[in-house]
């Protein structure tokens, strides 16, 4: 109790490193810290504020709205971490921007994907919430991101994505001693519509409810599995940069 007192009480958070006043409301979750300055070119007066272990922060402007971007690593646990630090420190709006495998046949490379529901296939939400509980984003902050993507003439979709823990379980199921599980699983989530896949969301909405903060995703679809397809360097970078104008825009929208 005396620990949660503390990290509330003006001192730097212990993971994220940063203090009330460090970030704006509004804050932007990619996972690889190497994106942030990639997405902070999109800010006036940034500024870096911290860099300790996977979490790098930058806060600014956008058109004259205060925003932050601040980078959770891989994976549902670390994000759990960035999204209980930055809720303790006064963030409000977190959405997370990052990349994922299509799993519908309609949904292609550079492709975006607003998520409006996240399967719990994890283990860091049930900490949280029984598995009962949906992981549903904010809906205002589907509706912001849908209209700034609307705005923007670049193609979408919105729906269902699947959170996962194992990278390579995804990739390479056969090989894992519980090939039939996963494979499974994966065939029911393709049948029942589920977009793409990608390791942070679903926890996100499930931790972001239990905080009472806003939250949201836009994800650039990075790979196709199936077709053996990938964006090269230079279309995922652009398509990053889609993303965060779409982002960035909803932020005068709510």
Known sequence: MTEKKSMLDGERQYHIQLKEGDVADFVILPGDPGRVDFIAEHFDDAKEIAFNREYKTVTGTYKGRPVSVT???????????????????????????????????????????IANGAVRQEGTSPQYMPIEFPAVPSADMVSALESAAIDSKLKYHIGVVQSKDSFYGQHDPDSMPVSHELNQKWDAWVRGGVLCSEMEVSTLFVVGSYRRVR????????????????????????????????????SLKI
């Open 215 to 250: 939250t949201g995703a836009l994800l650039v679809v990075y790979g196709d599995q199936k077709r053996q397809e990938a964006l090269n360097k230079e279309d995922y970078l652009e398509s990053v940069n889609k993303a965060t104008k779409i982002i960035l825009e909803s």
């Open 71 to 113: 980078s959770t690593g891989i994976g549902c646990p670390s994000a759990a971490i960035a999204i209980e630090e930055l809720a303790n420190i006064g963030a409000k709006t977190l959405v997370r921007l990052g990349t994922s495998g299509a799993m519908q046949d309609h949904t292609r490379i550079g492709d975006l994907v």
